[in-house]
């Protein structure tokens, strides 16, 4: 159990009869902003002293005297205002770390309460390649399934794939006009993607063929034979790229269900709805009069045709009736915002209330020019040749590397190519989790793979370097792996070393707290930091003492589980060598 979680659970205990409410003021313990005066401090004597009308200061030498901390800090004492610092004990330190050498988990724990999460990301409108703009609510929404699931809940990742609305109006129309059967069979997905685009730009320019687009999907939702025979013809040749690309970034969903496997239940849900009295006719259509809106939620328009939000609202009755989750995760960007508080206030009207339903919305990719980022013909990046552009350049770092060795090369053209593969798409991976989800960010390929600084290639780098000193020594460090390993604790940088590796389960709760995997990335850069200056001032194997180049080496093998299981909670994997 990390610091964090066992003082805020020793803290509650001592709040309980003090306060009604004691986990309402627990978010004030914390790690300290100020190492030098303590590991973590406790800030809730200044909100409980304005609710006993007391002073901070003895508020908080009354908490004290109620909690007992002997065993886990080394140092308590109050400062300023009512500050409690608290500084741990090395023993625990070294107990804890010691636990964490034979536990596979590294000293996570599960959750007590498992929770059922659906997890919607992705949900890419498959008629066209994917873009840059799907990189973010892949990699996101993976991460989150990844987390949740690691700390003991159930979870369900359902793509949500636009496979039946107007975009396939768009290419039955164009199949129909535009299309060149051979560039089809030499690339379907390709072909496909060029008409969407230019249909989508004649209909934007001429409502006669945007209106021809409507009618072609109106036809397909009515199940013309024709209509219906060109999108079974389209969708699996569309998937078959689709999941060659999920593959090729190691992201998995447990159900794909689009928005064609709903369209059979739409008019039963209006027709509810309508009964419940929860919708009404408006000038024809069939509306949802949300209180704080505006606009109502449009579910049926006066020509008989559904909208997403009519889809939305079918799939989120049935994920309740099927998989009775506790919460639901959309992963979508920021520009759905309004469509997702009327989606849960309708969801409320429903009977939904004890349902979480959270928008994970996410900011833009920028260019360097801070416009949203595409090719220098104005063209969006497709996704596939991002990865890539990404995997040459890393290929580049590797081969340089590799080169640049004192003793010669050490990897083969085939472990050049699979450590380039991992490096790249890692990097882009890392890349975007690194960042504030909900800000936009300037993508640049030279920051992205740097071999320092907070990047994926340097999280990587420091993985193998870890490595690198097991195999130097020719020693397997699942040989030292037993219960009861002495962890010594006799330099600051070994002390640094060990607290960071004991908030690893901080570093994750945080992250899961507000959906932001940013949390665990700058959690991984630190570690790696606090390791480099352990690597610089503790020798290893040659340490003073068998006993201490033990604890060295158990701190190394500790780091490296570490930094690989947080990059794989990212989706990102590693590379014994660089």
């Not at 997905?189 to 989508?200: M, Q, T």
């Not at 360097?368 to 995997?391: H, I, S």
Request: with cysteine; hydrophobic share 40%.
């Amino acid at each position: 159990m990390g610091a964090l979680r066992e003082l805020k659970k020793r803290f509650s205990e001592a709040l309980r009869g003090f306060v009604d409410e004691p986990e309402t003021y627990l978010n004030q313990l914390r790690r300290s902003g100020a190492p030098q005066f303590g590991d973590y401090q406790a800030n809730l004597a200044m909100p409980l002293a304005k609710q006993l009308r007391k002073s901070p200061q003895e508020v908080a030498r009354t908490l004290l005297d109620r909690v007992k901390l002997d065993d886990l800090c080394q140092s308590v004492n109050v400062a300023g205002p009512g500050f409690i610092n608290l500084r741990l004990h090395d023993r625990w330190l070294a107990e804890e770390l010691a636990h964490a050498v034979v536990d596979p988990r590294l000293g996570v724990p599960q959750v007590a309460e498992p929770r059922t999460c659906v997890v919607d990301y992705s949900a890419p409108n498959i008629a066209k390649p994917m873009h840059v703009g799907h990189i973010r609510s892949t990699v996101i929404g993976d991460c989150l399934c990844r987390m949740l699931r690691f700390v003991g809940h159930r979870v369900i990742s359902d793509n949500h794939i636009g496979d039946w609305g107007t975009q396939f109006g768009m290419l039955i129309y164009g199949w129909r006009h535009f299309a060149d059967p051979i560039a089809y069979q030499r690339d379907p997905l390709a072909e496909l993607g060029r008409i969407y685009r230019h249909v989508n730009q004649l209909a934007e320019q001429d409502p006669q063929v945007a209106q021809k687009v409507l009618e072609e999907t109106a036809r397909l939702h009515a199940g013309d034979p024709e209509n219906v025979a060109l999108w079974r013809e389209f969708v699996p040749r569309c998937l078959a790229e689709l999941d060659a690309l999920y593959r090729r970034l190691g992201v998995q969903f447990d159900y794909t269900l689009g928005e064609s496997f709903y369209h059979d239940r739409l008019p039963d849900l209006v027709d509810e709805l309508l009964q419940r009295g929860i919708a009404r006719e408006s000038e024809g259509a069939i509306c949802i009069f949300l209180d704080g809106f505006e606009a109502p939620m449009i579910i049926r328009k006066k020509d008989g045709a559904f909208l997403y939000a009519t889809t939305d609202l079918a799939t989120l009755v049935y994920r309740v009736n099927t998989w009775h989750p506790d919460c639901i995760l959309y992963v979508v960007d920021h520009r759905q915002s309004l469509h997702f508080r009327q989606l849960f206030t309708a969801a409320n009207l429903l009977g939904y209330k004890a349902l979480q339903l959270e928008h994970v919305s996410f900011g833009t990719i920028l260019g360097e020019d801070g416009r949203p980022f595409r090719t220098r013909a104005g063209d969006t990046v497709a996704l596939e040749d991002l990865l890539e552009e990404a995997v040459r350049r890393a290929r580049e770092v590797v081969d340089a590397n590799d080169d640049a060795k004192p003793d010669g090369p050490e990897l083969s053209e085939v472990d050049r190519a699979r450590v380039a593969e991992v490096v790249g798409i890692g990097a882009l991976k890392y890349a975007d989790l690194s960042q504030n989800r909900t800000s936009d960010y300037v993508f640049s390929f030279d920051k992205m793979l740097a071999m320092t600084g907070n990047t994926g290639t340097y999280m990587q780098y420091a993985y193998a370097r870890v490595r690198s000193i097991f195999a130097k020594a020719g020693l397997n460090a699942d040989s030292l792996r037993q219960e009861g390993a002495a962890i010594l604790l006799t330099t600051p940088e070994e002390r640094a070393l060990a607290l960071e590796l004991t908030r690893f389960d901080e570093a994750i709760e945080l992250a899961l707290t507000d959906w932001r995997p940013n949390q665990l990335t700058a959690y991984l850069f630190d570690l790696a930091n606090k390791y480099s200056a352990f690597y610089e001032n503790c020798p290893v194997l040659k340490a003073e003492s068998p006993a201490l180049r033990q604890s060295r080496l158990l701190l190394c093998d500790l780091t490296a589980r570490t930094i690989q299981k947080g990059l794989e909670l990212l989706g990102i994997g590693v590379v014994e060598k660089m």
